[in-house]
């Protein structure tokens, strides 16, 4: 369902005759203000709707025009969808040429300074029309057009797309079916109002007719209302048409005072919220359980205070990740580290011997107030101290140089990736960011984790250059080889043994074969085994896919120093 639904079917609801008591539909077109008032009362505004029996077309006016707004001038013209910022040209009149720029409401009293907020417009020779967002209002709100949400769209806190501005179009080859609605949040289009100091003119018309019974307008049934911000015309030719027609002022429901101390606000870190959380005391080894608000907490250069160290450590269940690791758009979940788009980060994390996450009161306190209640939600004693390497980098201020077979085979793929010999496709740095170690003892995660892994090495290698490559170094190929078989033809061409050449890719046979098998249509029973077979041999899944890695990283060594590569 998208952004524009729930108001797409209240307004259906004034567009189309209904099969009950369609003769008082007809006659009440006047009803439909009631949307009007609604709508500058709603979270979403409609910008603009053109569809059967519905127009709505906001235009920013100077409020200083508005108080009170001149009807007689607001009704005498409408704003073109077409209007736009052109350049004039004059001549005569007993003066000298003159050439201008002209904005698109110069020629209005009331609207002139103010602001047209989308476009129509066309090519010529073309029937395409496309419609375009007022850029001052798009850059003013930071906003990005996402073809996919047919909308304009920003990062929220939690780094997730935040549709602003939505369109909705139906492109129908009949006038009577066409469709096009823009709507935006209220809460963004009022601050830019009042910042601008602006207020909304709303065009409107309602029109209801039955095209089957309807003869034209009688002009015996017609009325005008007149309201200081609402004034219209209509009239009904009772059970068979209706409509009005008529302008509405709304103005900005919020002061610069409130704006300016919404904005301190969301600066102020007294306003910020903190999760508690268990944890280790770097101090004194204790286990406390301490908010992550800085303020209750010490650090180094207060050596006297009874607080806590920021660098106390928090430990979670490796659970944790799952969240980043499923969704790698939004998240970039490194060795290390984690960073949301566009928005917060996690400076700094490990795994211990006993599979938990741990990372430090200081970076979780950095952590929007929602991420911090998630990770608050995994937060459970330490079954293990801190890792080697958290101990080594993050205390004594070690480089850590203990092999880690993941990154190495990463680093060398990289390699590959930026200078390709030919028989190497580009990886591209979305499969990089899939594959990372397993960390908890579900099966679905580590078998999703070989999957990553042989996409991102074994479907890398190019089967038509492979057997290119072996008829070059002379050795005879069967069409059906597939490309680890190819590889090993190659490696035997270029002067490795045949059994050594089959060793050194034995590896890589064992992830592919892991792939096939666990993601691919093998019996359960099949499945079970190899999971237990890897468990009983290397005690967690994360041991045995680090030791898959170590042969996959060997084996690339092997081929790349002879068949050329990183």
Not at 30 to 51: A, G, T
Not at 64 to 84: C, G, I, K
Not at 312 to 330: G, M, N, Q, R, W
């Amino acid at each position: 369902m998208t952004t524009n639904d729930r108001t797409l079917r209240k307004l259906t609801g004034i567009s189309q005759i209904p099969e009950a008591n369609a003769g008082e539909w007809l006659s009440s077109a006047e009803k439909s203000i009631e949307f009007l008032k609604e709508n500058v009362q709603s979270d979403r505004l409609v910008l603009f709707v053109s569809m059967p029996c519905v127009l709505i077309h906001v235009v920013l006016a100077p409020l200083r025009n508005l108080n009170p707004p001149d009807q007689d001038d607001l009704s005498h013209d409408f704003v073109a969808l077409d209007d736009a910022w052109g350049i004039e040209h004059e001549s005569g009149g007993g003066r000298a040429d003159r050439v201008y720029l002209a904005p698109p409401l110069s020629r209005y009293k009331t609207l002139k300074g103010g602001e047209k907020l989308y476009f129509s417009r066309s090519f010529a020779g073309s029937r395409r029309r496309s419609l375009e967002i007022s850029q001052r209002l798009v850059h003013a709100l930071n906003l990005h057009f996402i073809e996919e949400r047919n909308a304009y769209c920003r990062l929220d806190d939690d780094g997730d797309l935040e549709d602003v501005i939505c369109i909705t179009e139906k492109d129908d080859k009949s006038l009577f079916e066409h469709l096009t609605l823009i709507t935006i949040s209220m809460k963004d289009f009022v601050e830019y109002m009042r910042l601008d100091k602006m207020g909304m003119v709303i065009f409107f018309d309602f029109t209801r007719l039955d095209r089957r019974s309807f003869n034209g307008w009688s002009n015996r049934g017609t009325f005008s209302r007149k309201a200081p911000d609402l004034f219209y015309d209509g009239e009904v030719v009772p059970g068979r048409a209706s409509y009005v027609n008529g302008r509405m002022i709304a103005r900005p429901a919020i002061t610069m005072k409130q704006i300016v101390k919404a904005r301190k606000k969301a600066l102020d870190p007294a306003s910020r919220q903190y999760a508690t959380f268990k944890a280790i005391d770097l101090v004194t080894g204790q286990k406390i359980e301490i908010s992550c608000d800085p303020k209750g907490l010490s650090n180094y250069f207060q050596a006297d205070s009874l607080l806590p160290r920021e660098m106390s450590f928090a430990f979670f269940k490796a659970d944790v990740l799952h969240k980043y690791k499923a969704d790698s758009e939004k998240y970039d979940l490194q060795d290390r580290s984690i960073r949301c788009r566009g928005t917060w980060g996690l400076q700094t994390y490990d795994v211990n011997e006993a599979g938990q996450v741990h990372t430090y009161l200081r970076y979780l306190a950095q952590l929007p107030y929602r991420e911090q209640v998630y990770w608050q939600s995994f937060n459970e004693w330490p079954k293990a101290p801190l890792s080697q390497r958290a101990v080594a980098t993050d205390f004594k201020g070690e480089f850590y140089t203990e092999y880690d077979p993941l990154n190495s085979l990463k680093r060398k793929l990289h390699a590959l990736d930026k200078a390709p010999p030919a028989w190497w496709t580009r990886r591209g740095e979305e499969l990089f960011k899939a594959v990372h170690y397993p960390v908890t003892t579900a099966p679905a995660e580590w078998a999703n984790e070989i999957l990553a892994l042989d996409q991102l090495l074994v479907e890398g290698f190019k089967v038509r250059a492979l057997r290119d490559l072996a008829r070059h170094l002379g050795r005879s190929v069967d069409p059906n080889w597939a490309s680890l078989k190819l590889v090993e033809e190659s490696l035997i061409g270029a002067g490795v043994d045949q059994e050594d050449a089959r060793n050194s890719l034995e590896p890589l046979r064992t992830l592919h074969e892991l792939r096939t098998v666990l993601k691919g249509h093998a019996a359960i029973e099949r499945k079970r085994t190899l999971e237990k077979q890897a468990l009983k041999a290397f005690g967690s899944f994360r041991v045995h896919y680090a030791d898959l890695a170590a042969g996959c990283d060997a084996a690339l060594d092997a081929i790349a120093s002879k068949l050329g590569g990183a």
